[in-house]
Structures are given as structure tokens and as C-alpha cells.
């Protein structure tokens, strides 16, 4: 079933989804290297997230590296591609994390979203925001409410003319307004970011 006709019911968002058409999701098979590549582009330009990336693939002869490599990699040299030493530390963590507890797709699937989060959060460097792009944006969960992102809290503002001073009160208006969305969540978050940019 398509999700349009649901969220659709909600008149604002409706007309959003009517000048934006139906919109995918894909999966990724490599979590632990989505992880890794979430956390290096953390508060960076899509841009410069895209040139560390690569240099990061680079280390490895242009492939996708595998957690024991990643982990015996040295600092050093993750710190000369432009990573914070934070970063290189929260890196290696989630390589060592999908190395001795696992973080295959098949183990994820067998999780529900809840369950990822609280899995995958044990790991430093890794919060729930984090965690909650990729089981939208890796594992397909159609179901996701991202509440602390400051893009989707900018887009709902304005949309339902909602008062972003006070968070607490901002926070349960989302929630109010989200729970009419679910079970398609996620969409209903993809055509927010997209109609933000517009703006």
C-alpha cells in the first residue's frame, strides 16, 4: 500500500507529498561502514563530508574497509584525512563494536527499532540521532520519528506554526502531531527535509 493516501490525511503535509511525489527508501548492506561515514560528516558541509569520506576510502585503496581494518588502521593516519581525534576514536569504536558483538544487517532485522537503538548506542561516539538515521536510512524502518533533528523541528515549526523557543513544549507538539503519521513516519520526515529546502 502506498503511503501518500495516509499521510495525505493530514492537509499540510498532504499538499507537500501532492508537489513532491511518492519517495523511496533504500538499504545498505555494510552498517558498520554507514556508521563510520555518519559520524566523520557530523557537523560538516555535505561537501567537505564528501571529500573526507573519500579520503577515508583512499586509506584503503578506494574500497570499503572491513572493521579490522578500520581498527588497525592508525590514528594518525585517520587523523591527516581531517578527522577530530574524537572522531577517529568514535570511528574505531564502531569498528571494534561490529567486530566483537556484531552489526550485520540479518542481527539488525531482527531487532525492532527500539531494540537497534538501544543496541547500537552502547557504542561511544554513537547517540540516538545517529542511530536513527540509519535504521531510516539503511535498514528501510518506514516508522521513524528523528524529534531532535533541528531540520525536521525547523520544518514542523513553520509548517504547523509551531513556538521552537520552548523545546520541551515544541518536543510534544511534534510527537502530537507525528502519531497521526505512523506507521510511515519516515516519509512523512523525508518530504519535511525536502520541502525545507525549498524554503
Known amino acids: ?3 501518500t493516501s ?3 490525511r493530514d492537509r499540510k503535509l498532504g499538499k507537500i507529498i501532492e508537489v513532491q511525489g511518492e519517495l523511496s527508501l533504500s538499504a545498505k548492506k555494510d552498517l558498520c561502514h554507514y556508521l563510520c561515514a555518519s559520524i566523520m ?10 571529500v573526507i569520506h573519500q579520503r577515508f ?10 572493521p579490522e581494518q578500520i581498527i588497525d588502521m592508525a590514528p594518525a593516519s585517520l587523523r591527516a ?3 577530530s581525534n574524537a572522531k577517529v576514536q568514535y570511528v574505531q569504536n564502531v569498528a571494534r563494536f561490529a567486530l566483537e558483538r556484531g552489526m550485520s544487517k540479518k542481527k539488525l532485522d ?8 538501544a543496541y547500537l548506542t552502547e557504542i561511544k561516539g554513537v547517540g ?9 536510512f539503511a535498514l528501510k524502518r518506514e516508522d521513524v520519528f528523528p524529534a531532535d533533528d533541528l531540520g525536521i523541528q525547523q520544518a514542523m515549526a513553520r509548517l504547523y506554526r509551531l513556538d521552537m523557543q520552548d523545546k520541551k513544549k515544541l518536543k510534544e507538539s511534534m510527537h502530537r502531531i507525528a502519531a497521526k503519521w505512523s506507521p510511515y513516519r519516515t516519509y512523512a520526515s523525508l518530504h519535511l527535509w525536502r520541502w525545507k529546502d525549498t524554503l
Open 57 to 66: 576510502l583512499d586509506l584503503f585503496g578506494g574500497e570499503t574497509p572491513t
Open 128 to 136: 540516538r540521532w545517529t542511530v536513527e538515521m540509519l535504521l531510516m
Open 110 to 117: 531482527g531487532m525492532n527499532d527500539d531494540e537497534v537503538i
Open 41 to 50: 560528516s557530523q557537523q560538516l558541509s555535505t561537501k567537505v563530508a564528501s
Open 81 to 83: 584525512i581531517g578527522l
Open 6 to 8: 495516509h499521510l495525505g
Open 1 to 3: 500500500m502506498s503511503y
